[in-house]
Nanobody, 125 residues
Framework: QVHLEESGGGLVQAGGSLRLSCLTS????????QGWFRQAPGKEREGIAF??????YYDDSVKGRFTISRDSASNTVYLQMNSLKPEDTAMYYC????????????????????WGQGTQVIVSS
């Protein structure tokens, strides 16, 4: 059984940094895609950062500020978030799919079958 558990959210001032962690169990990475989505109040869920063997993908809204990485030894995916803005305030979800990143629905996550419970990030101005 696949289990994803996020941690690391919190309250931070604009310009600050946070690192989110996603501990994964029961999931074989191979060449499949893992990533982070977020959902702000009143808005649709959006995909922001993804990683697969040999590559990463970022939404334009976070490119240059966020970095996704994976530690295979601990089965953990990280999201380092720098230069945070108030518009980054959202619930952040870790997700994984049986598909590769190129063909997966990175925008809305409709074919990501595994999700964590979410961790809240609040960026104050």
């Amino acid at each position: 059984q696949v289990h994803l558990e996020e941690s690391g959210g919190g309250l931070v001032q604009a310009g600050g940094s946070l690192r989110l962690s996603c501990l994964t169990s029961g999931y074989t990475v191979d060449r499949k895609c893992q990533g982070w989505f977020r959902q702000a109040p009143g808005k649709e869920r959006e995909g922001i950062a993804f990683i697969r063997f040999g590559g990463t993908y970022y939404d334009d809204s976070v490119k240059g500020r966020f970095t996704i990485s994976r530690d295979s030894a601990s089965n953990t995916v990280y999201l380092q978030m720098n230069s945070l803005k108030p518009e980054d305030t959202a619930m952040y979800y870790c997700a994984a799919t049986e598909r590769g990143c190129f063909e997966a629905d990175r925008r809305r996550g409709t074919d990501f079958g595994y999700w964590g419970q979410g961790t809240q990030v609040i960026v104050s101005s």
